[in-house]
């Protein structure tokens, strides 16, 4: 469809762990193409920093698209693509995807009622298009629109089909959010390389970058769920528990860390060399600080997203952080510390659960700046050798529901 005709987008806002994006199903804007990164630029206004003519919120986590519609694929129920959005620049980039808003994606099907009649009650089986990934997504007591008419309940019961009114009951509270949300366990099925095809892009867990701005530095590269640079804090000049905000009054320290990035992709294969990295590969790889962890975690990691500090941690880089921690060799690795269990400052606590119940022999405990969240790794077997899936717990809360207008 044109653009000059399509000044009318339908759509739902969402917040899902702690991001936020625009939501819309697929056949609501132009098919792939300059015409569709228009649209998506004009819907969020972009680009301007206070993206003031659209619906961006001015941060990386708040200027995100998903545009979702009915699986085209065996075995899966829905299809998404993630967009995530430049602000101050005309960034359309539909590179990785966003851990954060695949829990939401899930909660959009179900309330838009996009799944099929032979879905299972609870469980959206998920596509992200951006990456070929398979993504399972269990939400509890689900609402009902999307259900055939012959669903049965988990016990057996007829659910109602009077719409979202009142099925959702269980919900949870991250650290860091002023509210709850609907509890959403999302888990990434053979997470390992969906960028570089390999979780390690170099064949090793450790390699020496020489970017541009500083010295030489060790690094870690690593591909799952979205390809991470692993860089120490300490070799930074950092403590590696600093705030965001802190980072970000420090422009050297930024522009160390971007060429530190670049050189990564550029030695990961996304980028031809450093400078191009900035126009070819802008989003991905993205780079993450770690450091030893406090007694209540098992790694501490102070991640960057468009070349600033992200104020928690993205989903994904948080789900390829825990990867590493049981990737021998690799920086997270040395520093990680093997989860006993007992941790009580988990991300989310359902109710009825306890943070103990969610941690175990095989969950690693990431702390950002707005608390600890918990990722589960699964392996072929006891020694580790391969990574079959990881899993988050997020929420996610429908904000509104109306329709954009387009400038022109």
């Avoid at 191009?276 to 406090?294: C, E, Q």
């Avoid at 659960?353 to 969610?358: G, K, L, R, V």
Wanted: aromatic letters at 2%.
């Amino acid at each position: 469809m044109a653009l000059s005709t399509a000044t009318a987008i339908p759509l739902v806002l969402m917040r899902g762990g702690t991001s936020k994006g625009v939501f819309v199903t697929d056949d609501a804007l132009p098919g792939a193409g300059p015409e569709r990164d228009r649209a998506i630029l004009a819907l969020l206004g972009s680009p301007d920093p206070m993206q003031l003519d659209g619906l961006g919120g001015t941060h990386s986590s708040t200027s995100k698209v998903v545009l979702v519609r009915p699986s085209e694929h065996p075995g899966c129920d829905i299809d998404y693509l993630f967009v995530q959005v430049g602000i101050d620049r005309p960034i359309v980039d539909y590179a990785g995807n966003c851990g954060n808003l695949t829990a939401a994606a899930a909660v959009y099907a179900l309330e838009e009622g996009l799944l099929a009649g032979d879905a299972r009650p609870g469980l959206v089986r998920m596509f992200n298009r951006n990456l070929g990934q398979r993504i399972d997504a269990l939400v509890p007591a689900p609402p009902t629109r999307g259900v055939g008419p012959d669903a049965v309940g988990p016990e057996g019961d007829r659910p109602d089909r009077d719409g979202r009114e009142g099925d959702w009951r269980e919900e949870a509270r991250l650290a860091g959010m002023p509210t709850t949300g609907l509890a959403v366990l999302t888990e990434y099925l053979d997470p390992a390389g969906p960028v570089t095809g390999a979780l390690l892009p170099t064949g090793r867990p450790r390699d020496v970058l020489t970017p541009s701005v500083g010295g030489p530095i060790e690094v870690s590269l690593v591909d799952l769920a979205a390809p991470i640079v692993f860089v120490r804090a300490a070799d930074l000049g950092l403590r590696g528990d600093e705030a965001p905000a802190a980072l970000n009054a420090r422009p050297g320290l930024l522009a160390r860390l971007e060429s530190i990035r670049a050189a990564g992709a550029a030695r990961m294969g996304l980028a031809s060399d450093e400078a191009a990295a900035a126009v070819d590969s802008p989003v991905l790889p993205r780079l993450t600080i770690v450091s030893p962890p406090p007694p209540s975690a098992d790694l501490v990691v102070r991640a960057t997203s468009l070349g600033r500090a992200h104020h928690a941690c993205p989903i994904t880089t948080a789900l390829c952080a825990a990867a590493a921690a049981r990737t021998a060799g690799t920086l997270p690795f040395a520093y990680a510390r093997v989860a006993t269990g007992t941790d009580t400052d988990a991300d989310t606590t359902a109710p009825g659960t306890t943070a103990s119940d969610a941690a175990g022999p095989e969950a690693v405990r990431i702390a950002h700046p707005r608390g600890t969240l918990t990722v589960t790794v699964r392996t072929s077997d006891r020694a580790g050798r391969e990574i079959v899936a990881v899993g988050v717990l997020r929420t996610a809360r429908r904000l509104l529901a109306g329709t954009a207008y387009l400038p022109g």
